[in-house]
Nanobody, 129 residues
Framework: QVQLVESGGGLVQPGGYLRLSCTVSGVSIDNAHIGWFRQAPEKEREGIAFISSGGVPFIVDSVKGRFTIARENGQNTVHLQMDSLRPQDTGVYLC???????????????????????WGQGTQVTVSS
């Protein structure tokens, strides 16, 4: 059974930082794209950061320069480092996984949440003074 578990969320003041982790069990992430999505109240689910099965990162413009994503394949974990947090970063952060089934599949990182098969339950991030 494949499971994704997020951790590391919490309450932080503006300008602060958090490090989220997504730990996967049941399958190796070696051949998987991993994405972090944010669900804010009354807003659509938004893709934030992605990392390909080959380790290539993609960060959306709204958080570029503040967020970084990294894989730790040996621990079957992906981390999202979030610095200089702002109140508008508040939301539930979910990680998602898409297994790659071909070389071509591994070359393209999807950003559409519909492309991801497996999802975690999410971790709450609140940025407030």
């Amino acid at each position: 059974q494949v499971q994704l578990v997020e951790s590391g969320g919490g309450l932080v003041q503006p300008g602060g930082y958090l490090r989220l982790s997504c730990t996967v069990s049941g399958v190796s992430i070696d051949n998987a794209h991993i994405g972090w999505f944010r669900q804010a109240p009354e807003k659509e689910r938004e893709g934030i950061a992605f990392i390909s099965s080959g380790g290539v990162p993609f960060i959306v413009d709204s958080v570029k320069g503040r967020f970084t994503i990294a894989r730790e394949n040996g621990q079957n974990t992906v981390h999202l480092q979030m610095d200089s947090l702002r109140p508008q970063d508040t939301g539930v952060y979910l990680c998602a996984m898409k297994l790659t089934t071909s070389v071509m599949d591994s070359l393209v990182i999807p950003t559409d949440p519909e492309a991801y098969t497996f999802w975690g339950q999410g971790t709450q991030v609140t940025v407030s003074s």
